[in-house]
């Protein structure tokens, strides 16, 4: 069965980028533009792993993790966050929110797929 | 690849826009806004270019935008304070960054030394990180790869050996690394021998399902090395115990553990509970814990968040919108041209058959007209944007120029919201670009004279636009010292523009400004000059069917006020037969209409002759000469003058046989099949069908004015 990934990120290029490199793989892959929708998204979908961006307007990737860790069927979730920054506070504040792990921009397709089905099954 | 240069497509896209938003921040930081959310809107959009242009291997851009960043996120941080001089370098950087983008997408290749100072300015601002910054290899990479590279061996050997311990910790699990997958993709590198240590394990009475207990031995033999071992404990590792040993040694499985050679040995259950039920247990447990109104709060709040924040421009114009190719939409616009057209036909024909007693076909006729001008009002609206792109482009104008002459000077933008058809915003970029120019290098004082006048060194340009009786009015004003009409005087007669005898009103002196030829400037700076004077700025407002005039206040400024039309696709125009032809006169220059009475026209001679018009007297214009339509004269007496506005203010009669009509007319343009035709701006089709050409009035009034004037300018000694 294939992977569902939801990938929440502002920058339509960066949600081409995941998408063409998941679907290459056989994953399906649903879109979001911030947390906010990202939520509201989740509602209607169930993705075996979330990929999002930390830094979006209205509600960034701590808030949307966060967030999502509230909903019970999701506690469990995979999710990764999509960053270029390298710093270790960030990482550790994701963490401290309830992120999985973490996908360094800009991504290898094959390093992004080892990941995924690293984190999810 | 086709789908990597879409994607290309998109990023470059998405960069206009992120430099749009990165300009617009950096002014209100400018203003002296220095909240979070401005801040962090600016931080983002640096953050986003770099991203993409690091997906897309552009180093040069991303080498810049990762200094750029690093600035922002010390101010976004509270580090560096964002003081005059570094939102300066800000806006500096910002054009950079720009320019660096349309190289990359114009695919050429970028000279680093192009960029190479403000980077280092930039590294410098950034103080403490500098050198950290230098060497960062913002590639990031977790773990140290170097490892690997140096015991090279190993690779070598396809047997190598690896004992890890293995304890996850109850956060890990929690934040959704599930041990049996990690476990799995162990397996993935080669063949693992697993056991399992429950000496953590309380009675069963003790126990808690949320917690994570267990912990595993695992000998691994691979041939991928340290770094794919690693790699699997890549996001528990500072979190659960991880030890990772390489004793080189084959391992031996112990009795009583298990061997694990396939994924099915996995789940097979042992003495110990499976792992996937230590995860459900959990979530169930969760489950429980968490009712149903958590899930609403977490997802209401986020609705309650997004409603809070709809009057944020940015964020609610990403999902309000959708985008259409152009082409599309002037498709769909000449379309309804054709309909507007086609209606007008048909009413006009059943108009003719039907005369009375048909009242359902004429009041059906009404309504398809009001919803023909509807549909036209509404496809309109598509192509007419906001203003906003254009201003901001003037920002970075203003600074260069400023820069350049070493003038303070800021930039006030007002009506940027006000909507005006994409072509014509278009088009006035250049024209803008100039009058902006303009307005610093010669509008504007210098300092020391500024200074010296009482006012304050920092010279302001306002910018605005407002929509004005169904046009577009935008005014350039600046607050410098005003025209200096007697120099202009000066200059105008010495290149003999203006008889020495002349006497002008101050705004007859104040057009002199847009007479080709024309230039105040002691020496053509570099700055304004560049062989372009205001003359080309009202030739192009023209040819949008705009108007630009001019005041000035000595001591306190100059104001440039253009008029444009709000669309570039129809017109309102009266309806005049000249000689059998039909012709459209624009509304918008259309002064008054009037029967010449005999004893009013003044004969000039050469065939010329100027018509009295109350205390004015006008030239007189025979159209139908004018245009060759016909070889003698009209008798002006039974004919219809229509007085018509030129740019520069002075007046003109138009001579022609009757008024027919006055109506709005869809504008289709000429000049592409047949060139430029000089007095004709563009054509139309009329109600009837019939083909009629729209009277360009400036190049009319001007050819008449051009053969009054050749033999006054050839013996004031010419240009």
Not at chain 2, 451 to 465: D, I, N, P
Request: charged share 25%.
């Amino acid at each position: 069965m294939s992977l569902t990934v939801l990938t929440v990120d502002d920058s339509r290029t960066m949600r081409d980028m995941l998408r063409m490199a998941l679907n290459a793989a056989g994953m399906l892959v649903h879109q979001a533009e911030d947390g906010v929708h990202g939520l509201e998204v989740l509602s209607t979908c169930a993705p075996d792993c979330i990929i999002t961006d930390l830094n979006m307007p209205r509600m960034d990737g701590f808030g949307f993790i966060e967030a999502v860790r509230k909903i019970p069927q999701y506690q469990l979730l995979p999710i990764l966050i999509l960053t270029t920054e390298s710093d270790a506070e960030r990482k550790a504040k994701a963490r401290s929110v309830g992120a999985t792990g973490w996908i360094t921009k800009p991504f290898e397709p094959e390093k992004l797929i080892s990941v995924v089905r690293r984190v999810a099954s | 690849m086709d789908q990597m240069a879409s994607i290309r497509q998109t990023f470059f896209q998405e960069c206009e826009e992120q430099l749009q938003a990165l300009e617009e921040g950096l002014m209100e930081m400018d203003g002296g806004d220095h909240s979070s959310e401005v801040v962090n809107s600016v931080f983002r959009a640096v953050h986003s270019i770099k991203g993409g242009a690091g997906a897309f291997k552009l180093s040069e851009l991303v080498e810049f935008a990762h200094a750029f960043e690093t600035v922002l996120d010390e101010i976004r941080s509270g580090k560096l304070s964002a003081s005059h001089d570094i939102t300066k370098l800000l806006l500096k950087s910002a054009d950079q960054l720009s320019d660096l983008v349309a190289t990359c997408r114009d695919g050429a290749s970028i000279n680093p030394a192009s960029y190479r100072q403000l980077l280092d300015e930039l590294k410098q601002a950034n103080g403490s990180s500098a050198g950290q910054a230098e060497d960062e290899n913002w590639d990031d990479i977790d773990f140290t790869p170097m490892t690997i590279d140096i015991g090279t061996p190993v690779d070598a050997d396809p047997g190598q050996s690896f004992q890890i311990y293995f304890k996850p910790s109850t956060g890990a699990v929690q934040a959704g690394n599930e041990p049996i997958l990690i476990l799995r993709s162990l397996l993935e590198l080669g063949q693992t021998v697993v056991s399992c240590e429950f000496s953590d394990l309380p009675p069963l009475a003790e126990l808690k399902v949320d917690e994570a207990l267990l912990g595993f031995n695992i000998s691994l033999r691979t041939e991928r090395g340290l770094a794919a071992v690693r790699e699997c404990f890549e996001f528990v590792e500072d979190s659960c115990v991880v030890r990772i040993e390489e004793p080189g040694a084959t391992p031996t499985p112990e009795a009583g553990n298990v061997t694990v050679t396939a994924p099915v040995a996995l789940e097979t259950p042992t003495e110990l509970p499976p792992m996937p039920k230590f995860a459900e247990a959990i979530a169930a447990k969760a489950e429980a814990a968490a009712a149903e109104p958590v899930v609403l709060t977490a997802i209401e709040g986020g609705k309650a968040d997004a409603q809070q924040q709809k009057q944020d421009k940015s964020a609610s114009s990403a999902s309000a919108t959708i985008r259409v190719e152009l082409d599309r939409v002037d498709r769909l616009i000449n379309l309804v041209g054709e309909l507007v057209i086609n209606q007008a036909i048909l009413a006009q024909s059943v108009g003719q058959v039907i005369t009375s007693g048909a009242s359902d076909v004429n009041s059906g006729l009404e309504e398809l007209e009001r919803l023909t001008r509807d549909i036209q009002d509404s496809v309109m609206a598509i192509r007419a944007q906001p203003v906003k792109s254009l201003f901001q482009r003037m920002g970075r104008i203003v600074r260069e120029v400023a820069d350049a002459t070493g003038k303070i000077v800021r930039l006030r933008t007002e009506g940027e919201t006000t909507e005006v058809d994409k072509t014509v915003i278009e088009s006035l970029a250049d024209p803008l670009t100039h009058m902006i120019r303009n307005a610093v290098d010669h509008g504007l004082e210098t300092t020391e004279d500024r200074l010296r006048a009482g006012k304050s060194e920092e010279g302001t340009v306002r910018l605005s636009a407002a929509h004005q009786s169904g046009r577009v009015v935008i005014t350039v004003a600046d607050d410098g010292g005003g025209i200096n009409r007697a120099k202009v005087l000066e200059t105008a007669r010495r290149k003999g523009l203006v008889p020495s005898g002349a006497q002008l009103s101050e705004t007859e002196i104040d057009n002199l400004l847009f007479l080709p030829g024309f230039s105040t400037a002691a020496e053509v700076s570099s700055i304004s000059g560049r062989g372009v004077g205001m003359d080309v700025v009202r030739r192009s407002i023209q040819a949008l069917g705009g108007r630009i005039s001019i005041s000035s206040k000595p001591g306190s400024g100059t104001v440039f006020t253009l008029s444009l039309p709000l669309t570039l696709a129809v017109l309102d125009g009266v309806v005049v037969s000249v000689a059998d032809d039909v012709f459209i006169v624009p509304l918008t220059s259309v002064v008054e209409t009037l029967q010449p009475e005999v004893n009013n026209i003044l004969p000039l001679g050469q065939g010329h002759s100027a018509l009295r018009i109350r205390e004015w007297i006008v030239p007189l214009i025979d159209v139908g000469m004018a245009l060759g339509a016909r070889k003698t004269p009209i008798d002006p007496a039974n004919s219809v003058a229509i007085l018509v506005d030129t740019e520069d203010r002075s007046r003109c009669a138009l001579l022609v046989d009757r008024i027919d009509d006055q109506r709005q007319v869809v504008i289709k343009s000429i000049e592409r099949n047949y060139g430029e035709i000089p007095g004709i701006a563009a054509a139309t089709i009329l109600g009837n069908g019939r083909v009629a050409m729209i009277l360009d009035v400036e190049t009319i009034t001007e050819g008449n004015q051009k053969s009054f004037e050749a033999p006054k300018r050839a013996s004031a000694g010419g240009r």
